[in-house]
């Protein structure tokens, strides 16, 4: 019992000086540059060796509570080692850097980001760059270089979200010379980290996806939860206030659609509305099981809305050409179902601060906790997509953007919630309802703090 105490303590202990460090990484980025954000926090020895202690005493705790009974929940933790190890693997063994060709040009020398030169086991020649806009526009939809392998002699095509692989290297559209002859390629070389990294994503899927079906699992038991349901009368009224509500924002959305020719993923205006209309679509699925969520979920739906009116963002302008990947609604979907969810949960928890019997608060809790899960397996699963798509865009799945950061400090701040066997106060309702209003802080942050205060390659305001 002493050890898997010390286990315990210490796996939560370097969790939370992780998380501390993440937060003031981002500050520090913001005030004194990446530069300096990266050589202090995130490459360097302490950092590092703070995940390896949570993963490590992690894992030794797991295997001495022989949570391998639970295979679901054993492996979802042994996938997030698996990701943590890929990309140790990538910080070790991977390259990365940029290559410039004018039109014609034949070369294998590349630039490393550290500034030395590098050579490609073959060449390449740039044959032709071009850029395609949108029919009417001025507005460049796809920036298109053509180029010819020399050890093949094979064309091939790079444009944005369509790289080139080659001889295990990836290369990616990056910029060009204004007079249209020239391309710049960014160019990755990292033969094990992402093979690593990406068995680490495909366990996870799936361990998240077994989860729900395991015997005795805390959503289960949290589903088991009933709350007091309202009168006929009051019930009928929420439920036309529902349908007006969420046909009234169906039509809004899918007219910014029709006219822009993308879907609401992009722009605060956009995203705002497409967060209203989930939580009215929450409200309709779950209106029985848990009653509370319908007025609770016309506060957070109002909210989004009236952010979104004071937003100046154009939710009918042309997307940038990176963000045309089929990525971008899977991504920007399962984030903002998240982020609904948790809106939810956090005003669930003011209600059982509100309330005064425990048995009222206890059942409130069980009501979040079924809710918790899917969110917080949703914006787990949206910021994994988000890493393949950057990869897939600019050859690196994680990059620490702020908006990355805050991210993953998020996901690691609910998660804690779910640690009740191991966190004992999370089981005390009390606490737990008060730890979901301040949670629901670093939301604000990923959202609001990073496109607005932050910025970063995500800060789409």
């Given at each position: 019992?002493?050890?898997?105490?010390?286990?315990?303590?210490?796996?939560?202990?370097?969790?939370?000086?992780?998380?501390?460090?993440?937060?003031?990484?981002?500050?520090?980025?913001?005030?004194?540059?990446t530069e300096n954000a990266f050589r202090h926090f995130y490459h360097s020895p302490v950092f590092i060796a703070l995940w390896a202690v949570t993963s490590i005493s992690g894992v030794l705790l797991m295997i001495?509570?022989?949570?391998?009974?639970?295979?679901?929940?054993?492996?979802?933790?042994?996938?997030?080692?698996?990701?943590?190890?890929?990309?140790?693997?990538?910080?070790?063994?991977?390259?990365?850097?940029?290559?410039?060709?004018?039109?014609?040009?034949?070369?294998?020398?590349?630039?490393?980001?550290?500034?030395?030169?590098?050579?490609?086991?073959?060449?390449?020649?740039?044959?032709?760059?071009?850029?395609?806009?949108?029919?009417?526009?001025?507005?460049?939809?796809?920036?298109?270089?053509?180029?010819?392998?020399?050890?093949?002699?094979?064309?091939?095509?790079?444009?944005?979200?369509?790289?080139?692989?080659?001889?295990?290297?990836?290369?990616?559209?990056?910029?060009?010379?204004?007079?249209?002859?020239?391309?710049?390629?960014?160019?990755?070389?990292?033969?094990?980290?992402?093979?690593?990294?990406?068995?680490?994503?495909?366990?996870?899927?799936?361990?998240?996806?077994?989860?729900?079906?395991?015997?005795?699992?805390?959503?289960?038991?949290?589903?088991?939860?009933?709350?007091?349901?309202?009168?006929?009368?009051?019930?009928?009224?929420?439920?036309?206030?529902?349908?007006?509500?969420?046909?009234?924002?169906?039509?809004?959305?899918?007219?910014?659609?029709?006219?822009?020719?993308?879907?609401?993923?992009?722009?605060?205006?956009?995203?705002?509305?497409?967060?209203?209309?989930?939580?009215?679509?929450?409200?309709?699925?779950?209106?029985?099981?848990?009653?509370?969520?319908?007025?609770?979920?016309?506060?957070?739906?109002?909210?989004?809305?009236?952010?979104?009116?004071?937003?100046?963002?154009?939710?009918?302008?042309?997307?940038?050409?990176?963000?045309?990947?089929?990525?971008?609604?899977?991504?920007?979907?399962?984030?903002?179902?998240?982020y609904t969810l948790f809106g939810l949960v956090a005003l669930i928890g003011v209600v059982g601060l509100i309330k005064r019997d425990n048995e009222t608060r206890s059942m409130l809790r069980d009501m979040s906790?079924?809710?918790?899960?899917?969110?917080?397996?949703?914006?787990?699963?949206?910021?994994?997509?988000?890493?393949?798509?950057?990869?897939?865009?600019?050859?690196?799945?994680?990059?620490?953007?702020?908006?990355?950061?805050?991210?993953?400090?998020?996901?690691?701040?609910?998660?804690?919630?779910?640690?009740?066997?191991?966190?004992?106060?999370?089981?005390?309702?009390?606490?737990?309802?008060?730890?979901?209003?301040?949670?629901?802080?670093?939301?604000?942050?990923?959202?609001?703090?990073?496109?607005?205060?932050?910025?970063?390659?995500?800060?789409?305001?």
């Amino acid at each position: 019992m002493k050890t898997n105490k010390i286990l315990k303590y210490t796996t939560i202990g370097s969790a939370a000086a992780v998380i501390l460090m993440m937060a003031a990484a981002t500050i520090v980025e913001k005030l004194y540059g990446t530069e300096n954000a990266f050589r202090h926090f995130y490459h360097s020895p302490v950092f590092i060796a703070l995940w390896a202690v949570t993963s490590i005493s992690g894992v030794l705790l797991m295997i001495r509570r022989k949570t391998i009974k639970k295979p679901a929940t054993f492996f979802l933790h042994i996938a997030f080692v698996l990701i943590l190890a890929g990309a140790f693997l990538t910080l070790l063994t991977g390259k990365s850097g940029s290559m410039y060709l004018r039109r014609g040009e034949t070369s294998a020398n590349w630039s490393s980001d550290q500034g030395f030169r590098q050579k490609l086991p073959f060449k390449l020649t740039l044959k032709d760059f071009s850029i395609e806009y949108y029919p009417g526009t001025k507005d460049p939809s796809d920036y298109i270089s053509k180029v010819v392998v020399s050890d093949t002699n094979t064309e091939y095509t790079i444009s944005m979200n369509n790289i080139l692989k080659h001889g295990g290297y990836r290369f990616y559209q990056t910029s060009y010379d204004s007079d249209l002859n020239g391309s710049v390629f960014s160019v990755s070389h990292d033969p094990w980290g992402v093979s690593v990294t990406y068995t680490g994503y495909i366990m996870l899927l799936l361990s998240m996806i077994g989860f729900f079906f395991q015997k005795n699992s805390g959503f289960r038991t949290a589903l088991k939860a009933r709350s007091e349901g309202f009168s006929k009368p009051v019930r009928t009224v929420l439920l036309v206030l529902n349908i007006l509500l969420f046909g009234y924002l169906t039509f809004v959305i899918g007219r910014n659609w029709y006219r822009s020719g993308h879907g609401p993923f992009v722009g605060t205006y956009s995203v705002m509305m497409l967060m209203a209309w989930l939580v009215t679509v929450a409200m309709a699925l779950l209106r029985k099981r848990l009653p509370i969520i319908q007025p609770l979920g016309f506060v957070l739906a109002g909210f989004s809305i009236l952010v979104a009116s004071l937003s100046f963002s154009d939710p009918e302008a042309n997307l940038m050409p990176v963000l045309r990947s089929p990525f971008l609604s899977v991504h920007v979907l399962c984030m903002m179902v998240s982020y609904t969810l948790f809106g939810l949960v956090a005003l669930i928890g003011v209600v059982g601060l509100i309330k005064r019997d425990n048995e009222t608060r206890s059942m409130l809790r069980d009501m979040s906790l079924s809710i918790l899960y899917p969110a917080v397996f949703m914006l787990t699963t949206g910021t994994f997509i988000g890493a393949v798509w950057a990869n897939i865009s600019w050859g690196n799945y994680w990059g620490w953007d702020p908006k990355e950061t805050w991210a993953l400090i998020t996901m690691l701040v609910y998660a804690a919630m779910l640690h009740s066997s191991t966190v004992s106060r999370f089981a005390k309702p009390r606490f737990f309802h008060a730890y979901a209003i301040i949670a629901f802080l670093t939301v604000l942050i990923t959202y609001f703090g990073v496109n607005f205060l932050l910025g970063g390659m995500h800060s789409y305001a």
